[in-house]
């Protein structure tokens, strides 16, 4: 690996942590990785008690 490339990843894993800083985001990344990524929008928005607009 370069350090060019050392670059990229890098911009790329602070692109990852600033999606997951926010709590909501956070909660909806668990909930699918606990079903597997297979949840339907509705049961999302159920199980995480959040309005419509927060689960899109």
């Given at each position: 690996?370069n350090i060019?490339q050392?670059i ?7 692109k990852i942590?600033?999606?997951l800083a926010?709590?909501?985001r ?13 949840m339907?929008y ?7 008690n959040c309005?419509k607009?927060t689960?899109?």
């Amino acid at each position: 690996m370069n350090i060019k490339q050392s670059i990229s990843n890098d911009e790329w894993r602070v692109k990852i942590f600033k999606a997951l800083a926010d709590e909501s985001r956070l909660s909806i990344v668990r909930a699918l990785h606990e079903h597997h990524n297979k949840m339907a929008y509705a049961a999302l928005v159920d199980q995480l008690n959040c309005g419509k607009s927060t689960a899109s």
